[in-house]
């Protein structure tokens, strides 16, 4: 059974950092699009960072700059380093990992930023 284990988030004053991880299980990690989703109170679910198997990044622009994602191929994770976290970072931010023709999801971990 194919598994999404997500593990950071908290709160943190505007400014501070968290950092996320999800751990991909490893029947599929080596073939997957990893990435991080983010779903603010009331809105809709978006994409934050991704990364391939061959380390092709992308990232939402409002978040470039401030936010790192990395894969170790290793441990069968992918992280999200989050520096300089805004208000409107909050949100439950979700892992997904892309394989094939599927998709899974992990279960959320709430990111909550004071001003």
């Known amino acids: 059974q194919v598994q999404l284990v997500e593990s950071g988030g908290g709160l943190v004053q505007a400014g501070g950092s968290l950092r996320l991880s999800c751990r991909v299980s490893?029947?599929?990690?080596?073939?997957?699009?990893v990435g991080w989703y983010r779903q603010p109170p009331g809105k809709q679910r978006e994409l934050v960072a991704s990364i391939t198997s061959g380390d092709t990044i992308n990232y939402l622009d409002s978040v470039k700059g401030r936010f790192t994602i990395s894969r170790d191929n290793a441990k069968n994770t992918v992280d999200l380093q989050m520096n300089n976290l805004k208000p409107e970072d909050t949100a439950v931010y979700y892992c997904?990992?892309?394989?094939?023709?599927?998709?899974?999801w992990g279960q959320g971990t709430q990111v909550t930023v004071s001003s």
């Open positions: 997904n990992a892309k394989f094939i023709f599927r998709e899974y």
């Open positions: 490893r029947s599929i990690f080596s073939g997957s699009i």
